[in-house]
């Protein structure tokens, strides 16, 4: 679970982490989602209970057009307005209602039209479109950042539209051209502007969807489809899955998955990639089409190689776990968020400092003063927005 996340002065919160291995085979459609975890199931092995403690942080995934999204602001409020008036300090990871959200729809034709932004609300879908009846949906997380000047960073947003681009390709769906995702998540950021959270009080979370909105009967790809991005601002991450309640009701905060042949390697927390660190080698699970390709988690790689560090991308076993000096998790909602104590078959395993490892600590920072502009950015990540 994303956590509490202060800048001054550090603070930690104290939770447990549940890990299984699913009994069911591997979907390899399904980058994120996994089967529920049955606690009397015989194929699931006993689990291990992980204490997660939280970094000192300042704040809490080719289409056939080439047309440029060009949706105007012109009849929208001035986008440089006050910061609207909330509770930052108890922002919590839910849906907060704004004021525009972006749409754009392609016909059977491939081509995705000129887009619009709309006031943020309900949309009409037929009870019989693609998604509805055959799930054929997927969608996109990334964040936005207020400098401490006023200004607004996105961060890596062209990785989101790639990942988007091969997940479409593979649910059979056009998707937005790079240009055209980078463009609405732009438009709809600006819009929205007076959302974004002040610096070190959470970020504004956006959430491009793209789905199979026109009308089918039979399995076959929808008629139509359509790409929507809406935003919330968001601070502290929770989980609602059903695995996750399950865990959460036997007194952890989530779920760390293993790998559903052998029952021994890592392969992701719910939401999140995982990393440990032995004798200052970083190792994560290696992407083999059941693990989301996480764009923090692609960016924490590189940051630790820049930083010296050498990172490898491999199987992880639970013995490794166990034996590591430090364990921590990458997401675009958690961040980077530690794990302090994992007990397991009676064995319990306490990492140094309550879980805030050197590693962690060094990759955090790095990474999100890139986030936050409080750095030069050297790797070209950072969108400003004006």
């Not at 440029?68 to 919590?92: H, K, Q």
């Not at 962690?360 to 004006?386: F, I, P």
Request: glycine share 8%; with cysteine.
């Amino acid at each position: 679970m994303d956590r509490t996340l202060l800048l001054h002065p550090p603070r930690a919160y104290n939770g447990a982490l549940l890990i299984a291995s699913s009994p069911y085979p591997p979907d390899p459609f399904a980058h994120r989602a996994r089967r529920p975890f049955s606690p009397s199931s015989s194929s699931s092995p006993s689990p291990l209970k992980i204490q997660n403690q939280i970094l000192p942080m300042s704040l809490s995934l080719e289409a056939s057009s080439t047309t440029r999204c060009e949706a105007s602001l012109s009849n929208i409020y001035n986008t440089d307005a006050d910061i609207v008036d909330l509770d930052w300090e108890n922002l919590g990871f839910g849906l907060v209602p704004t004021d525009y959200m972006y749409m754009m729809k392609c016909s059977s034709d491939g081509i995705f039209t000129k887009g619009e932004l709309l006031r943020f609300g309900p949309i009409e879908l037929s009870p019989s479109s693609g998604v509805l009846n055959y799930g054929q949906g997927l969608f996109e997380g990334l964040k936005a950042y207020r400098k401490e000047d006023g200004s607004v960073l996105l961060f890596r947003p062209e990785e989101n539209a790639l990942r988007m681009k091969l997940g479409a390709e593979r649910m059979c769906m056009p998707s937005p051209t790079v240009e055209q995702f980078v463009d609405a998540v732009k438009l709809t950021v600006l819009a929205n502007k007076r959302w974004v959270p002040p610096t070190g009080k959470g970020s504004l979370y956006i959430r491009p969807l793209l789905i199979g909105s026109g009308v089918v009967l039979s399995l076959t790809p929808a008629p139509e489809h359509t790409f929507l991005v809406f935003v919330s601002p968001v601070g502290n991450y929770f989980k609602v899955l059903k695995a996750q309640n399950i865990a959460k009701e036997k007194g952890y905060s989530d779920v760390l998955y293993l790998d559903s042949v052998h029952k021994k390697y890592l392969e992701e927390v719910s939401s999140c990639n995982v990393f440990i660190v032995k004798d200052n080698v970083i190792a994560t699970p290696a992407l083999k089409g059941t693990i989301l390709p996480g764009i923090t988690r692609k960016s924490i790689i590189d940051v630790a190689r820049g930083r010296g560090y050498q990172v490898e991308e491999r199987l992880v076993s639970v013995e490794e776990l166990l034996d590591a000096d430090e364990v921590f998790c990458t997401g675009t909602a958690v961040v980077v968020s530690p794990v302090g104590i994992i007990t397991y078959l009676g064995k319990r395993m306490d990492y140094g400092n309550q879980g805030v490892g050197v590693v962690a600590q060094q990759l955090y920072s790095s990474l999100t003063s890139l986030q936050m502009g409080l750095v030069e950015d050297t790797m070209g990540w950072t969108l400003k927005l004006n």
